[in-house]
């Protein structure tokens, strides 16, 4: 059986160094008064439009973020794939609202997709929809009000750009998954992705939507896609998530007097994720899925029910993600077991990386437990070498 808590296995692709800077963090941002003060901080330097490199680089950016650039990225890909865990390069641009930087981040997207495509250890590419368009334009076609002119074709540019992506994938075989965001984006998402669905997924799954399981109607919509690929003879790609978005939703929902689209209690958020493992791979036929979880709970209850149903570790219709620079014990005691993992290694330009890193640094503050048990590892993993050079 399976374990977690083999740090050697977990951190071998770590040097020392590596291993002692992981330290330094996770104690760092299991404080939550140190995380709230950097936080505040960050924000009222860059309000200020001082340069925040010195305190936003060698802290949170060097441990979540593989470079500023695709070929920076390149010694991770390496380093990953010594241990037979692939990576996602994610350009981790989210919520642009200037044309020309959409243009530039369409253009950094088409060169991603390319770059995966020349390289057999990047499994997926993935990109967010409010780093392509306006989102405000998202969320009017999502509540199905009227577009202006302007906005119907910055939106037909939209769909325009998404859908060659997509087509790049497909000539390239290398699948793309569309990401979820906050729920007042998703339903002109969903479209597309299904149109894209439609279009290049009739051998394999090329497009991947997301379902955010923290949703109370999620599972229904999953079982729903289900049956418009059936009706619709295509392969439905589906990566699978809690949802990141808890705070802003609640938020909103409070504001403007509206019931929250998302559970009330985490118990229900992992029922629901429990019930989605159960019915993709039930159906891993006409599914091609991706976990993307740090729940250890979760994909120990995956890899059981693949077992019973005699889905084999290797099957490429299976992957399992985590986010670089977390969860190692996960993905690299996954990838050893014979399991796909992917590593999602986010990219980019400091500034454009900030709202990605917030969320991980609260992300941190909010699973307690989470960050607690990456720094028991690595400190686990710290002491096994010590004791070993000592020996
Ligand atoms: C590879 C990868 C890709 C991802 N892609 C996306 C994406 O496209 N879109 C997206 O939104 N997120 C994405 N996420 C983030 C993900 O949705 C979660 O926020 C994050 O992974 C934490 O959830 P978990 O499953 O790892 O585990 P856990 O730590 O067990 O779960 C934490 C999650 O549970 C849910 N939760 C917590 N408290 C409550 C509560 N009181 N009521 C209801 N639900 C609650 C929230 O979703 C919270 O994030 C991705 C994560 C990974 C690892």
Redesign the pocket.
Known sequence: MISFTNTEIAFAHLTNRGLLRAKFIFKLISKPLFMNTWQLLLRVLLKLKIPVEWIAKPLIYNQFVGGDTLEQCKPWIERLWNFRVYSLLFYSVEREKNPENILSNYKELHSAVKFSIDDPRIAFIDFKPTGLIDSRILSLVSEKAMLNAKDEMEYDEFKTRVDSLCKLAYSGNKPIII???ESWYQNAVEELADEMMLKYNKEKAIVYR?F?L?RANMLEKLFQSHRVALENNYILGA?I??????DSERARAVRLGYKSP?????A??DRAFNEAIKFSLSNVDSISIHY????ED?IMYAISLMESLNIAKSDDRVFF???FGMSDNISFNLADSGYKVVK?IPYGPLLEVIPYLMRRSM?NIS?QG?TGRELVYVKKEIKRRKFKKGS
């Open positions: 990401d979820a965001e997301s955010q923290y990566k998530v809690r949802g990141a978005y808890m998302i559970f009330e209690l985490k229900e958020t993307g979880t740090h729940n979760s993600s985590q986010l999602y992300e699973v989470q």
